[in-house]
Nanobody, 115 residues
Framework: QVQLVESGGGLVQAGGSLRLSCAAS????????MGWYRQAPGKQRELVAV???????NYADSVKDRFAISRDNAKNTVFLQMNSLKPEDTAVYYC?????????WGKGTLVTVSS
C-alpha cells in the first residue's frame, strides 16, 4: 500500500521560510521521481517542483530561486525548502509520486503566508 504523508505546513509571515517533508512508503523510493504540487483556493492544482531519481530538479517559474526540492533516499523522504514566502504561495501542498504509471497523492499540508 502506497502512502505519502506530508508535514511541515503552517502559518508564516511574508518573507519567512518553511520546510515541508513527505515520507513515502510502499514504493521503491530511490528509483522514483517525486514531486510537490499545490492548490490555492479557487485555483487548479499546479506543479511546484519535481526531483528525479538522479536528483535532477525542475521548478515552476513562480518559485525558482526561492524553493528547493531535495530527497533523502535512506529515509524515503522528499523535502521542499521554501524561502522568501509570499502571500500568493498560500495553498495546500501535496506530495506526488507516479510509480508503475499510477498517480499517488498525499493528503496535503496547508501553508498560509500572511502579509
Amino acid at each position: 500500500q502506497v502512502q505519502l504523508v506530508e508535514s511541515g505546513g503552517g502559518l508564516v509571515q511574508a518573507g519567512g521560510s518553511l520546510r515541508l517533508s513527505c515520507a513515502a512508503s510502499g514504493i521503491r523510493f530511490s528509483i522514483n521521481a517525486m514531486g510537490w504540487y499545490r492548490q490555492a483556493p479557487g485555483k487548479q492544482r499546479e506543479l511546484v517542483a519535481v526531483i528525479t531519481s538522479g536528483s535532477f530538479t525542475n521548478y515552476a517559474d513562480s518559485v525558482k530561486d526561492r524553493f528547493a526540492i531535495s530527497r533523502d533516499n535512506a529515509k524515503n523522504t522528499v523535502f521542499l525548502q521554501m524561502n522568501s514566502l509570499k502571500p500568493e504561495d498560500t495553498a495546500v501542498y501535496y506530495c506526488y509520486a507516479n510509480p508503475w504509471g499510477t498517480d499517488y497523492w498525499g493528503k496535503g499540508t496547508l501553508v498560509t503566508v500572511s502579509s
